[in-house]
């Protein structure tokens, strides 16, 4: 699987969009981008995923660059809840072994 | 949120015992798998499971076994613990292989061996 970069900290304002970046330069064609977080002491929380296309659900937008070697998370709506580690990660479909790097500290301001 | 339990959600053990940690999902997803997570390592995959009776090993997987007799239930075992296995530990589980389909974890079991 492709490695992955990503800041360790960053900070955000509550009520403004949250947009953490990844790194992915040695991203393969079959290769998907993931997005998880996790929360202090609960489990990791998937967010979104995608292979080409930007991507968009109820928690988050996934923006993919065209040549593929980076993304950006975006939270639209930052609250005090979303302060989690975010982990990206990208993988293809035949390896079990998914690896979790540090992720990115997000921690959203009052 | 997916249906994944895990039990218990914490254990204080002594070394050289027997411990055994469980996780039952009720999504009869196919995959499912173990990790641990300690500060400074993230997460490490132990083992998993791609359908029942039907298991692989992780990269940390010296110290522990595993068995799934059904799909819903996947079951890691430490032998003998030892302290280096104190660790949060948690289950996941996903359709399809983790890549193709996005993994879902339990809430973790705080595991101390003292």
């Known amino acids: 699987d492709a490695k992955t970069t990503q800041p360790t900290s960053m900070d955000c304002a509550e009520g403004r969009a949250a947009n953490l970046p990844c790194n992915h330069s040695t991203i393969s064609g079959n290769e998907y981008v993931y997005w998880y977080r996790q929360i202090h002491s609960q489990g990791p929380q998937y967010i979104i995923h995608?292979?080409?296309n930007n991507e968009t659900n109820e928690m988050a937008s996934l923006i993919i660059t065209e040549d593929r070697k980076s993304s950006t998370l975006i939270l639209p709506h930052a609250t005090l809840r979303d302060t989690a580690v975010y982990y990206c990660i990208v993988t293809n479909g035949s390896n079990y072994k998914l690896t979790f790097g540090k992720g990115t500290l997000l921690t959203v301001n009052p | 949120d997916a249906g994944i339990t895990q039990s218990p959600r914490h254990k204080v053990t002594e070394t050289g015992t027997p411990v055994t940690l469980r996780c039952h999902q009720t999504e009869n997803h196919r995959y499912m798998y173990w990790y641990r997570q300690d500060p400074g390592h993230g997460l490490r995959l132990i083992h998993y499971?791609?359908?029942?009776?039907?298991?692989d090993k992780g990269e940390v997987s010296d110290g522990y076994s595993v068995s799934r007799s059904k799909t819903e239930d996947f079951l890691l075992t430490l032998e003998s613990a030892t302290s280096s296995q104190t660790s949060v530990y948690f289950c996941?589980?996903?359709?399809?292989?983790?890549?193709?389909?996005?993994?879902?974890f339990g809430n973790g079991t705080r595991l101390t061996v003292t």
């Open positions: 996941a589980i996903s359709e399809a292989a983790g890549g193709v389909s996005p993994l879902h």
């Open positions: 499971s791609y359908g029942v009776k039907d298991t």
């Open positions: 995608g292979l080409k």
